[in-house]
């Protein structure tokens, strides 16, 4: 089976910056994602990492390291906005034989105080 | 706007009832995706098609099941309803077929099942 471990709740103060870890477990592993979800919404992506190595874009950073089954989102100059459901997902096989389907996390929800 | 469309946004049914969800991909993706989101779960992979054809299967219970048509557009039937039915359900897509690693999501169908 497949399982991801990620903090249940993460506070933070706006301006600061704030790191988001996710480890897992799964089998055919092809890479890890990002997803934001404000309250109500709709999953966003964020970013992926397939080998192992820092992913920048804009405010938000994503780490892997395969030999440690464990990643990181890093949001930077975080601002109110930002407060929202943070989701890491992994990529792997599935018993139809793709690589398609995401299995999620429980999900961060990131809370930012002014 | 991800540029999924899904309908409807809420639906109220009883135990015992049928309904379906309709979900139209993004101009030009082929492959679409069915997720489950409650709030003791999580959000979980159910299927996914791929140019109309069942492509990976997850957590999917016998009492659902979903097609692709020739336009495109999925849809989530879901039968014999029982009040843990009850959740966000949302279609995502993606342009590619496996080696896919953003998917859109749509703004989900609230199911709530009475």
């Known amino acids: 089976g497949q399982s991801l471990e990620q903090p249940s709740e993460v506070t933070a103060v706006e301006g600061a910056i704030v790191q988001i870890n996710c480890t897992y477990q799964?089998?055919?592993?092809?890479?890890l994602s990002w997803y934001q979800q404000h309250d109500g919404g709709a999953p966003t992506f964020l970013s992926y990492?397939?080998?192992?190595g820092l992913e920048e874009t804009g405010r938000f950073s994503s780490f892997l390291s395969r030999s440690d089954s464990y990643g990181y989102l890093l949001l930077q100059e975080l601002q109110m906005k930002d407060s929202a459901s943070y989701f890491c997902?992994?990529?792997?096989?599935?018993?139809?034989?793709?690589?398609?389907?995401?299995?999620f996390g429980k999900g961060t929800h990131l809370i930012i105080q002014p | 706007d991800s540029g999924v469309t899904q309908t409807p946004k809420h639906l109220i049914t009883a135990t015992g009832q049928r309904v379906t969800l309709r979900c139209s991909p993004r101009?030009?993706?082929?492959?679409v995706y069915w997720y489950q989101q409650s709030l003791d779960q999580g959000l979980q992979f159910l299927i996914q098609?791929?140019?109309?054809?069942?492509?990976a299967k997850g957590n999917i219970l016998e009492r659902f099941s979903a097609q692709q048509f020739p336009d495109l557009h999925s849809e989530l039937n879901l039968s014999s309803l029982e009040l843990g039915d009850s959740a966000l359900y949302f279609c995502?897509?993606?342009?590619?077929?496996?080696?896919?690693?953003?998917?859109?999501f749509g703004p989900g169908t609230r199911l709530t099942v009475t």
């Open positions: 799964t089998s055919g592993f092809y890479g």
């Open positions: 995502a897509s993606s342009p590619l077929r496996g080696g896919t690693y953003e998917q859109y």
């Open positions: 997902a992994v990529r792997s096989m599935y018993s139809g034989g793709g690589a398609d389907g995401l299995t």
């Open positions: 990492n397939a080998l192992d």
């Open positions: 098609y791929y140019n109309g054809e069942e492509r």
């Open positions: 101009s030009g993706d082929l492959s």
